[in-house]
């Protein structure tokens, strides 16, 4: 699995880089290869019978398909690293990473202190819901993720003017989408969590009808983050 997550993060090089040239389909493409290929490796070792170790060796294949194409569909030429740029990296990553290391704490730690405060059932009620919730906020971050190289080449061109047009009509076409979804899952919270997990869950229907406002927050201020 170590294995796994260096192939991913060295292939994100690539897949950021497209992300900056506003080429977003060509983006998420090798992610699309590297589901097919983990996915087909693990139903190969699965039907042959092999032992469970293959299956991880299923999410190494996929993250070689995840590298290869990522490499296969870059336009530009890669230079040899130098000293200067791993200086200017570093200086620039650093602070990036206290940021995602802070990150994965704090959608973390409301899990951890749940479960030691209260217990595990309140735990099961929060965690077993805080999942769907969480689908609003992938909506968020794709949008964000369109947002910001779009943003980043107004501001190389100084066009402040139409970066604070642009971040309006974010916030108002983000909240079109997303108000109907996150009241949909306010109104409707009881049915949705018979549908997906079962009866025993009815308690957490009160976490399921807040988290979706926080999400709806989240996706308001997106735009102004950006």
Same mark, same amino acid.
């Given at each position: 699995?170590?294995?796994?997550?260096?192939?991913?993060?060295?292939?994100?090089?690539?897949?950021?880089?497209?992300?900056?040239?506003?080429?977003?389909?060509?983006?998420?493409?090798?992610?699309?290869?590297?589901?097919?290929?983990?996915?087909?490796?693990?139903?190969?070792?699965?039907?042959?019978?092999?032992?469970?170790?293959?299956?991880?060796?299923?999410?190494?294949?996929?993250?070689?398909?995840?590298?290869?194409?990522?490499?296969?569909?870059?336009?530009?030429?890669?230079?040899?690293?130098?000293?200067?740029?791993?200086?200017?990296? &570093?200086?620039? /990553?650093? #602070?990036?990473?206290?940021?995602?290391? %802070?990150?994965?704490?704090? =959608?973390? $730690?409301?899990?951890?202190?749940?479960?030691?405060?209260?217990?595990?059932?309140?735990?099961?009620?929060?965690?077993?819901?805080?999942?769907?919730?969480?689908?609003?906020?992938?909506?968020?971050?794709?949008?964000?993720?369109?947002?910001?190289?779009?943003?980043?080449?107004?501001?190389?061109?100084?066009?402040?003017?139409?970066?604070?047009?642009?971040?309006?009509?974010?916030?108002?076409?983000?909240?079109?989408?997303?108000?109907?979804?996150?009241?949909?899952? &306010?109104?409707? /919270?009881? #049915?949705?969590?018979?549908?997906?997990? %079962?009866?025993?869950?009815? =308690?957490? $229907?009160?976490?399921?009808?807040?988290?979706?406002?926080?999400?709806?927050?989240?996706?308001?201020?997106?735009?102004?983050?950006?």
């Amino acid at each position: 699995m170590l294995a796994y997550f260096v192939v991913l993060l060295l292939a994100k090089n690539f897949t950021l880089t497209y992300r900056a040239k506003m080429e977003i389909a060509l983006a998420q493409f090798p992610f699309f290869i590297e589901a097919l290929a983990r996915t087909g490796a693990t139903a190969v070792f699965v039907i042959l019978g092999y032992d469970v170790i293959w299956i991880v060796y299923a999410y190494v294949i996929g993250g070689l398909a995840f590298f290869l194409s990522s490499i296969y569909f870059f336009r530009e030429p890669v230079d040899k690293p130098s000293r200067e740029y791993a200086s200017i990296y &570093i200086k620039f /990553a650093i #602070p990036l990473s206290i940021v995602s290391v %802070s990150f994965i704490i704090m =959608t973390n $730690i409301d899990k951890v202190l749940i479960q030691l405060f209260w217990g595990y059932n309140q735990g099961a009620d929060y965690f077993s819901v805080v999942r769907v919730a969480r689908y609003i906020n992938n909506i968020t971050v794709a949008f964000g993720m369109l947002l910001l190289p779009t943003m980043s080449a107004m501001h190389a061109k100084k066009k402040i003017g139409e970066m604070k047009e642009m971040v309006l009509q974010a916030e108002r076409y983000m909240s079109m989408i997303i108000m109907p979804a996150v009241f949909l899952l &306010i109104f409707l /919270a009881k #049915p949705i969590i018979y549908i997906l997990l %079962s009866k025993q869950f009815y =308690t957490a $229907i009160p976490v399921l009808q807040t988290l979706p406002l926080f999400a709806l927050f989240d996706t308001l201020e997106k735009p102004y983050q950006t």
